[in-house]
């Protein structure tokens, strides 16, 4: 019982720190593979991507390893994302995004 509780303390103060968390966008001159990137918002427990039909949302959670946050949405895709100055950028295809504003 006391490592579950270690565990709930541990992912929640994770989330809070969560660098991801806010608006996103492509960031100028970015490649035509990063087109499904072009405006995302990460939330505490979801994932939002824009689509040209509405914005799409989605379950998801957060874990790190090292350097590397994974994103895992409910419908089983992962994107895996590293900070960089002035942004955070996607592992494969690599894009760059920077805050929206």
């Known amino acids: 019982m006391i490592a579950v509780a270690g565990v709930i303390v541990v992912v929640a103060g ?22 499904q990137l072009g405006a995302i918002e990460f939330g505490e427990k979801t994932f939002t991507m824009a689509t040209p039909l509405a914005p799409v949302t989605v379950a998801a959670t957060y874990s790190q390893d090292g350097d590397k946050i994974s994103v895992n ?16 950028k996607s592992v494969s295809p690599e894009c760059h995004l920077v805050p929206a504003s």
């Open 73 to 88: 949405m409910a419908n089983g895709q992962v994107f895996q994302f590293q900070t960089e100055s002035g942004g955070i």
């Open 14 to 35: 994770c989330s809070k720190n969560n660098p991801l968390i806010g608006k996103w966008k492509l960031a100028p001159n970015s490649g035509n593979e990063c087109f």
